[in-house]
């Protein structure tokens, strides 16, 4: 059965919202993100901790993985609102807590939530559920993929202005996408309004990881493909770069996963660092655009 089938959120969202809350469970400060309301939303029960895919010292580069992308990704929230940006497409949402996590920022954007219609219609309740509520800023759009939907249009009919710059946002979510879709993807983004922004992250191959990584990925990708979700895509970075200019994102750039290292976790005592194999690709709209 599907997690749409069920309306409940899927089990890499939700194990990236545990990892987030690990973070500030078992290592130490300083933190590079604070984030327990997802672990909030998803309520898996007291025996969580002990989840094998929850062993603290199994784990601790996939959590720093994941906590510094996010963190990643407010940084450039935060610069673009600063510029006057004020629209913020987060496509694939699963339970991402900014407009809850960070109110301040999340008033002067209008942001877009992009999700599957069961996981997305689970996540309305228990943000109603929680006291959060739905506020007006905040638009949870839900696009069936598997029929064929387009999240683009779907996006205009929820009021995403396209004569307006946006920060569009999607994390997690190219290694379950075919190639074509991607590049459909980098496409419409590039149809936006001039100072808009894509940040997508990507999975390397194999080959490209540090040689301490390899199982670990392979043993996320036969976890993905034996429950359903099998990963479908990798790239190098040359690859995800030529997409991009195929697309007319002429002013596109690749960061690192290792760079957010250095960025976030240089100079711990604990040492704690994020795990290879998935990078960044960031691209900016500059100049015209065609219809």
């Known amino acids: 059965m599907t997690d749409d089938q069920t309306g409940t959120p899927d089990s890499t969202a939700v194990r990236t919202a545990l990892w987030r809350a690990m973070h500030l469970q078992v290592d130490p400060p300083p933190h590079v993100l604070e984030d327990e309301i997802g672990l909030r939303l998803a309520a898996p029960g007291d025996g969580w901790r002990e989840r094998p895919d929850m062993d603290p010292d199994a784990t601790r580069a996939f959590r720093a993985a994941m906590v510094s992308r996010a963190r990643f990704i407010e940084d450039l929230v935060t610069e673009q609102a600063g510029l006057g940006v004020t629209q913020y497409v987060i496509l694939g949402a699963g339970l991402d807590t900014f407009a809850q996590r960070r109110p301040e920022l999340a008033a002067r954007l209008r942001i877009f939530e992009v999700d599957r219609p069961g996981p997305q219609a689970w996540k309305r309740r228990r943000l109603v559920e929680l006291g959060y509520g ?14 064929g939907a387009s999240w683009w249009e779907r996006l205009t009919d929820a009021g995403f202005d396209r004569d307006r710059p946006a920060v569009v ?19 419409q983004t590039a149809a936006l309004a001039p ?12 080959d490209l990881l540090d040689a301490t990584d390899r199982p670990a990925l392979r043993a996320s990708e036969n976890g993905a493909r034996s429950s359903g979700t099998p990963f479908i895509s990798f790239y190098t970075p040359e690859e995800m770069l030529a997409l991009a200019r195929e697309a007319s994102l002429t002013d596109a750039r690749h960061v690192s996963g290792t760079s957010l290292g250095d960025r976030y976790f240089a100079n711990r005592p604990d040492g704690l660092r994020p795990s290879s194999g998935e990078d960044l690709l960031l691209a900016t709209v500059s100049g015209s655009r065609s219809r």
């Open 195 to 206: 100072g808009s922004t894509l940040a997508m992250s990507f999975l390397l191959p194999v």
């Open 134 to 147: 739905i506020p007006d800023r905040l638009h949870l759009v839900p696009v069936d993929f598997e029929a």
């Open 169 to 187: 946002v999607s994390t997690g979510v190219s290694m379950y996408l075919t190639k074509d879709a991607t590049a459909a993807t980098l496409r």
